[in-house]
């Protein structure tokens, strides 16, 4: 692996270049990669298997929603699609990438699957990290194994379309075979990372639960809906507000700072907003160091995780859940922010 200093920090990654795709496949050659689950994950995985030359089927139940959608991919019944025990029972890597509450659901019957020699890899280390409250503790006669890529299944999947890639943790969780480590850097590289980093199944769920009710999501929403009702409170119009709060973050310069970083955007903008950013931020960490600390604590005591199961797990649970988004979506400000979508000078017909 290479070594790459980060901020001060030496760690190990693995790179496209010390293992090329067609190392990738070799290592693979004699595997059937089954993907159970076809919602998030499922779909950009395992099409970017398929399109790097990998033996991929899919298991989904019959009848369903992402069995059409599977269909609707250019998945064949009874020749790389099939109902979930039938390809647990293909597959010498089973690729579970159903939902957590899903994978607890379906536990019971992959088990039954889980032969010596095979692999059962994961895209979040929840159902193995917090096993006593999942159920999901895998059989020592197989790898269990983890790419987590850092995005979307739907990101995955674009930016392998443009011919980029998005960037990934591995872990090992069991190595049974001896051969777990080439096997999950493979996979990692099939399905499109740009580069692998290491980490373990609980600093990946860690992170993960961390990040997505914090910056990623959560505390950016927050941030957002802060900021959108006290320009809108102090007279300023719906698309004025969007236009400061999100659509200028997202459009301009979220993307000036993926590519050169905050530092080079702190550089590079007017001496006004220099000012004000610096003299600023420090404030906002302040402010909101202490809601992370209590989020992370929350995260590792597994408080979040059982919220999770114990929601996820209702039978009411989708109907809630479309309850929660309504409020979201029909806010003003995300109904400005469609408008405001409208009219961007790309979506003109």
Known sequence: MAKINFGG??????????????????????????????????????????DNGFNVIIGQRKESKTWDKA?????????????????????????YLLSDAGQISVWPTVQKYLKPGKALYFSHGFGVTYKDRTGIIPPADVDVILVAPKGSGTSL???????????????????????????????GIGVGSGYLFETTFQKEVYSDLTGERGTLMGAIQGIFAAQYEVLRSNGHSPSEAFNETVEELTQSLMPLVAENGMDWMYANCSTTAQRGALDWWKKFRDATLPVFSDLYSEVAKGNEAQRSIDSNSQSDYRVKLEAELKELRES?????????????????K
């Open 71 to 95: 269909v609707a991919d250019g998945w064949e019944p009874g020749k790389t699609l099939f109902p979930i025990e039938e390809a647990l029972d293909k597959g010498t890597i089973i690729q």
């Open 332 to 348: 003003e400000m995300w109904r400005a922010g469609a408008a405001v979508r409208t009219l961007r000078p790309e979506n003109d």
């Open 157 to 187: 999947r674009r930016m392998f379309l443009e011919g980029r890639g998005l960037n990934s943790s591995f872990a090992i969780f069991q190595d049974a075979t001896g051969k777990a480590k080439e096997r999950v850097v493979a996979l």
């Open 9 to 50: 920090t030496e760690e190990n990654v693995v790179t496209r270049e010390e293992f090329p795709l067609e190392k990738a496949r070799e290592v693979l050659k004699d595997e059937v990669i089954a993907v159970i689950g076809y919602g998030v994950q499922g779909p950009g995985q395992a099409l970017n298997l398929k």
